[in-house]
C-alpha cells in the first residue's frame, strides 16, 4: 500500500511540476528530485519496462524495504522480458534474507516452472498454500500444480544405504530364551553373522489426472539387500495401483500391492496387500509422510511360513535449502 500511495505521489508532483513549468505565475518553478528508485516506478506504470530496468539497476536502497522492493521489481520486469534464470536469482537472494515472504515464493514458484524446474515449483507452491491466500490467487497455484503433474506425470528415484547387522541375537549375550513358553539354550550356532549389508532400491511412477485434486497412481519398485552371507540376500520387486487425493496442502493415497520376494536364491514368497500413505507439507522446509501397508505374504513351497505383516513407518522430511534434504 505504501508503495501505491508513493507512486501516487510522485505522479501527483510531476503533474504538478508540468502545470507550474506551462504558466506564466512563476518563473522561479523549484526542481523536484526524483529518486532512481521512484523512476523506476513511474517508468513501469508507464509500461516502459526496458527503462525501468536501467533505474532499477542503478538504484541505490536507502533500507531494508526499499532493498527487497528493488530486487522484487527487477524480477517481476525479467519475468515479463524473458529473463526467467535471471529472475530466478533476484527472488532467491530475497529469501534467502527473509524465507516467510508468501508473494516471493510465488513469484520464484513461477520462474521455477517457467525454467522447467519442477520439482522445486512444486515445492515453493505447496508451501504457498499453507498461508491464508486469496481465492483467486490459491486457485491459481493449484493450476499451476496441475500442469506440472500434466507435463511431467512420469517420475523416478533410486537409493542407496547400508545395512548393520541383521541378527538381532548376535547382539545380545542372552543364552537362554522362550519360545511359546518353553525355554530354548542358545549356542554360538544360533548368532550367525550377516555382516554389514548394503541395500539397492529404485523405482519408476506415472500420475494419471482423473478429475480435479484426484490423480491415478500406477508404480513399480524394486529392491535388494547383499550381506556377506548370501542366504540373507533378497530382491524384491513390488507393483502399485492406486489414487491421490489433493487437499491443499495435505494429501492422501491408498491401493493395492502385488510383488514377490526371492530370498537367498532358494525360495520366494508372493505378496499382496492394501497401502494408505498421508503427505502433510507442514511449511516450505517440512513435510511429514505416513505410510502404512498390511501385506499378506504366501510361500510357495512353505505354507506354514504364510503370514500377515502390518507396516507403519513415519517419516520427516527437513529441506535445508532448494538442493537439500534430509529424512527421519
Wanted: net charge negative; glycine share 6%; no cysteine.
Amino acid at each position: 500500500m505504501r508503495a501505491v500511495m508513493r507512486v501516487a505521489a510522485a505522479v501527483l508532483l510531476l503533474a504538478a511540476a508540468a502545470i507550474h513549468a506551462d504558466s506564466d505565475v512563476s518563473t522561479n518553478a523549484a526542481e523536484i528530485e526524483v529518486s532512481d528508485l521512484q523512476a523506476a516506478r513511474l517508468l513501469i506504470a508507464a509500461d516502459r519496462l526496458q527503462d525501468a530496468h536501467v533505474f532499477l539497476e542503478r538504484a541505490q536502497p536507502q533500507n531494508e524495504e526499499e532493498w527487497i522492493e528493488r530486487l522484487f521489481l527487477l524480477g517481476s520486469i525479467e519475468m515479463r522480458l524473458g529473463l526467467a534464470e535471471n529472475a530466478e536469482s533476484r527472488f532467491e537472494t530475497i529469501l534467502e534474507r527473509h524465507p516467510d515472504l508468501a508473494r516471493v515464493q510465488l513469484e520464484l514458484a513461477v520462474a521455477y516452472y517457467a525454467l522447467g524446474i519442477d520439482d522445486k515449483a512444486k515445492l515453493h507452491f505447496k508451501s504457498t498454500l499453507t498461508e491464508n491466500l486469496p481465492f483467486s490467487v490459491e486457485s491459481t497455484v493449484k493450476e499451476f500444480l496441475r500442469r506440472i503433474d500434466t507435463r511431467k506425470p512420469w517420475s523416478a528415484f533410486f537409493s542407496f544405504s547400508m545395512l548393520p547387522e541383521s541378527n538381532a541375537l548376535r547382539r545380545s549375550d542372552v543364552t537362554v530364551v522362550s519360545i511359546g513358553g518353553l525355554p530354548f539354550e542358545l549356542d554360538q550356532d544360533s548368532r550367525p553373522s550377516s555382516g554389514v549389508g548394503l541395500l539397492f532400491s529404485g523405482g519408476v511412477s506415472h500420475s494419471t489426472i482423473l478429475a480435479d485434486n484426484l490423480r491415478g497412481l500406477v508404480a513399480v519398485s524394486g529392491a535388494t539387500k547383499m550381506y556377506e552371507n548370501t542366504e540373507l540376500n533378497d530382491v524384491t520387486i513390488v507393483a502399485d495401483l492406486g489414487l491421490s487425493q489433493q487437499f491443499g496442502s495435505k494429501s492422501m493415497s491408498e491401493g493395492l500391492r502385488f510383488g514377490r520376494q526371492w530370498i537367498g536364491g532358494k525360495r520366494f514368497r508372493r505378496i499382496f496387500g492394501v497401502w494408505t500413505q498421508f503427505r502433510w507439507q507442514k511449511s516450505r522446509s517440512v513435510e511429514f509422510e505416513l505410510p502404512v501397508s498390511v501385506e499378506y505374504y504366501r510361500y510357495a513351497t512353505q505354507s506354514y511360513q504364510d503370514g500377515v505383516e502390518f507396516s507403519v513407518a513415519p517419516r520427516f522430511d527437513f529441506a535445508i535449502n532448494d538442493r537439500t534434504l534430509v529424512g527421519v
